[in-house]
């Protein structure tokens, strides 16, 4: 099984803040890595596929990179809607999520 | 509009069954990959299982022999039959769309979630 791994599992931040999370995979993946958003009470929301591809209606601060085993989610300025849980998965060998990094208001 | 309604949630004792549904709108869920992700409370996500658009099923260990994905293709709808649930199984349980591609995708849409609660 192929096991993913976030960190950190909580960061502070404020408002206009540029924030990275890192993602890391026990085995290759390939690009086969996406990143969501689920806020208190909701459903996970797909930010990112395929590693860097931003999906349709989110934000161009969410970006994406890596490839590989190494992988990171950057919010280029924090807004206050994006205070949230963010999980990456992968999808390359069955579907495995990471435990998930939550970013909350410093 | 596209979107998915799971159903069926509740609280059930230990051993029991109960069968989970999940309405789609807005697309065909043959023509898809349709998967269920569940959620303890919390806790981060966890996959459960997927019926591809050909009819293959494949299962997380945890609820391998126990749960059954399936689907009417009438009433565009997905199911998940849970047989002999333990504690552990007590999670929202989250059905979600993974587009029909040539190539891996992730989970476009997904629905609200229904909570399923295991204990006596």
């Known amino acids: 099984d192929i096991q993913m791994t976030q960190s950190p599992s909580t960061l502070s931040a404020s408002v206009g803040d540029r924030v990275t999370i890192t993602c890391r995979a026990s085995?290759?993946?390939?690009?086969?890595l996406a990143w969501y958003q689920q806020k208190p009470g909701k459903a996970p929301k797909l930010l990112i596929y395929?590693?860097?591809s931003l999906e349709s209606g989110v934000p161009s601060r969410f970006s994406g990179s890596g490839s590989g085993t190494e992988f990171t989610l950057t919010i280029s300025s924090l807004q206050p809607d994006d205070f949230a849980t963010y999980y990456c998965?992968?999808?390359?060998?069955?579907?495995?999520f990471g435990q998930g990094t939550k970013v909350e208001i410093k | 509009e596209v979107q998915l309604v799971e159903t069926g949630g509740g609280l059930i004792q230990p051993g029991g069954s109960l069968r989970l549904s999940c309405a789609a709108s807005?697309?065909?869920?043959?023509?898809?990959?349709m998967s269920w992700v569940r959620q303890a409370p919390g806790k981060g996500l966890e996959w459960v299982s997927i019926?591809?658009?050909?009819?293959?099923?494949y299962y997380a260990d945890s609820v391998k022999g126990r749960f059954t994905i399936s689907r009417d293709n009438s009433k565009n709808t997905l199911y998940l039959q849970m047989n002999s649930l333990r504690a552990e199984d007590t999670a929202i349980y989250y059905c979600?769309?993974?587009?029909?591609?040539?190539?891996?995708?992730?989970?476009?849409?997904w629905g609200q979630g229904t909570m399923v609660t295991v204990s006596s």
């Open positions: 019926i591809y658009s050909g009819g293959t099923t």
């Open positions: 979600a769309r993974r587009p029909p591609s040539p190539t891996p995708y992730a989970f476009d849409i």
């Open positions: 807005g697309f065909t869920v043959s023509s898809n990959y």
């Open positions: 998965q992968q999808y390359n060998n069955y579907w495995t």
């Open positions: 395929k590693a860097s």
């Open positions: 085995q290759s993946i390939s690009s086969w």
